[in-house]
């Protein structure tokens, strides 16, 4: 540890410590009743502090005592006169909770509450040659906690989060390397991947999945790194508070979630409600600013494949008016003409330009009527209604298409026709 950055203070304390010739017999009796006083230090922090009582693990609450016991062992060795040393024990203690995830800011806040403890019972127990020394000695003893407190706390901040650092590293290699599985199918001879699918628990039975594929509005922003990671991450905060995971990464500027969820507890239980539908409506609440594709479920790993292609259909529909798509809300019509309309708009009719420069002509009038004669039913009443026109106005504009093309939008066939032409030709 450097001793001339943060334990400078420490060193400095606890030498105008001991000219107050506070020595090892003073410090005996302390010694004797360190696993009491740890016993009683981590039922204090955790009766104090949530993080420590929510966690309710045996091994964290037996850490803990442990650990407090080796700050009032370290406590008396320094006041016997004891060289400042480099808290590896605190390392130690840093790294094995950053392993488990457990809050920085907890055992932060555990070490500021021990501090007034560690300070009672010191006081109760230190003694000093001359009793006109005792108030100056426990202002200096007291200082000695403030700084020993300061110099615990940095050297655990640090071990933390490197720890930390790696670990979460790690932990996003581990969980690309699942996503990069899962999404792009994997052999189930390979026992390698066969092995990580289960350890991850996506090999379990009873699991169902779906795929969701997010971008911004504005697909330029995929390019920055940042825009795309709060966008993953804000899909994994919006399914906090259900009972569904989140496989989460961004792959070529899109942002890639695989959810999954138990269909059903056993087989005497009746199956939740399906996944894709609880999932989108967490999803529209990323906001106006992200589209997303949403696949139907897929019921077994293998099908996730299956369940990025529907995904990557339904992110082509989505749009600010419709910013969540399911692949299961897409009619046959929207799957057919997303499927063919680059084949088709190489052999459109030859009336096509036609019809298409008059519905320019017409702001969009012909092509207007011909979907809403559709919707009413073929009824021309229904039609006018719907445009808030007169009814001859609707025969006079299908009377128009009529000598543009050829065909008559009064008949189901030729209708059909001349709708499919629009929504190819994008009209």
């Known amino acids: 540890m450097d001793v001339a950055g943060v334990d400078l203070g420490l060193v400095q304390s606890l030498e105008a410590l001991s000219k107050f010739g506070l020595r090892a017999p003073a410090t005996a009796p302390l010694n004797e009743q360190v696993p009491e006083w740890a016993r009683l230090a981590s039922e204090a922090v955790v009766a104090a502090i949530p993080a420590f009582s929510v966690a309710a693990s045996p091994e964290l609450l037996a850490d803990l005592e442990r650990h407090a016991g080796a700050h009032i062992a370290e406590l008396c060795r320094l006041l016997d006169g004891g060289a400042v040393r480099d808290f590896e024990f605190v390392r130690v203690y840093a790294r094995h909770r950053a392993g488990q995830r457990f809050p920085i800011e907890a055992t932060l806040q555990a070490y500021r509450w ?15 040659p001359r009793s006109r020394d005792r108030e100056p000695a426990l202002a200096a003893l007291a200082e000695v906690l403030t700084q020993y407190t300061g110099a615990i706390s940095i050297v655990f901040a ?103 969820d138990i269909r059903r507890v056993s087989g005497w239980t009746a199956p ?42 339904a992110l082509d529909f989505a749009s600010v ?61 229904g039609a006018a ?26 008949r189901y066939h030729d209708l059909t026709h001349l709708l499919l032409a629009a929504d190819c030709g994008r009209l």
Request: aromatic share 6%.
């Open 114 to 128: 021990m501090l007034p403890m560690f300070s009672r019972w010191l006081r109760g127990g230190v003694a000093t």
């Open 158 to 260: 640090v071990a933390y989060v490197a720890h930390a650092s790696v670990f979460a590293e790690a932990e996003g290699d581990r969980r690309a390397e699942l996503l990069g599985i899962l999404v792009g199918g994997f052999d189930e001879s390979d026992t390698r991947i066969v092995r990580l699918l289960k350890r991850a628990g996506y090999l379990e039975q009873r699991l169902r999945f779906c795929v969701a594929l997010a971008q911004a509005t504005d697909p330029l922003e995929m390019e920055n790194t940042a825009r795309a990671q709060r966008i993953a991450d804000a899909m994994v905060e919006c399914m906090a508070s259900l009972s569904v995971r989140v496989l989460v990464g961004v792959r070529s500027n899109l942002v890639t979630a695989v959810f999954s």
């Open 385 to 410: 209604r719907g445009l808030h026109v007169h009814a001859n106005t609707i025969y006079s504009r299908l009377q128009r298409i009529e000598g543009l093309t050829g065909l008559n939008a009064q």
């Open 321 to 381: 008016s419709e910013r969540v798509v399911p692949f299961y809300s897409l009619s046959i019509r929207r799957l057919l003409i997303h499927r063919g309309v680059e084949y088709v708009q190489s052999a459109l009719p030859a009336w096509f330009a036609c019809l298409r420069d008059a519905d320019a002509k017409s702001q969009g009038e012909l092509v207007k009527t011909l979907r809403a004669f559709a919707d009413a039913h073929m009824n021309v009443q």
């Open 272 to 313: 939740q409600a399906n996944l894709a539908d609880r999932v989108k409506e967490r999803l529209l609440g990323l906001g106006p600013a992200v589209l997303v594709g949403l696949s139907g479920d897929q019921a077994s790993p293998s099908l996730i494949p299956r369940g990025l292609h529907e995904a990557t259909v």
